[in-house]
């Protein structure tokens, strides 16, 4: 059973960057496809980003499209979200998540799609 793990949250200013890491043990990040959410207080997890297991498909949101990029560091097992330009309305709790490789059509937005979680990093940004 695969354990994700994550780090590089951390406080930045308005337009600064970081870069999530989402490492995994147990598993490899081949197998999975690897998304990342966010989350604040008081309201529903969102999703943010996918890397497809399949074939190496991306995703984003619409909010962080041209801003953020996941890739994928097979040397270290490791998914990793690099965020620029951040905002003030970035700040929440990030959370990488896995599902399973598998033939069905992965709708990547969903919680629901995902069997591993990992406990989130804080990310805050000041204006």
């Known amino acids: 059973q695969v354990q994700l793990v994550e780090s590089g949250g951390g406080l930045v200013q308005s337009g600064g960057s970081l870069r999530l890491s989402c490492a995994a043990s147990?598993?490899?990040?081949?197998?999975?496809?690897i998304a990342w959410f966010r989350q604040v207080p008081g309201k529903e997890r969102e999703a943010v980003s996918c890397?497809?297991?399949?074939?190496?498909?991306?995703y984003y949101a619409d909010f962080v499209k041209g801003r953020f990029t996941i890739s994928r560091d097979n040397a270290k097992n490791t998914v990793h979200l690099q965020m620029n330009n951040l905002k003030p309305e970035d700040t929440a709790v990030y959370y990488c998540?896995?599902?399973?490789?598998?033939?069905?059509?992965?709708?990547?937005?969903?919680?629901?799609?995902?069997?591993?979680w990992g406990h989130g990093t804080q990310v805050t940004v000041s204006s």
């Open positions: 890397r497809r297991s399949t074939d190496g498909s991306t």
């Open positions: 998540a896995g599902a399973p490789q598998s033939d069905k059509r992965l709708r990547w937005n969903l919680k629901s799609e995902y069997d591993y």
């Open positions: 147990g598993g490899t990040v081949d197998y999975y496809s």
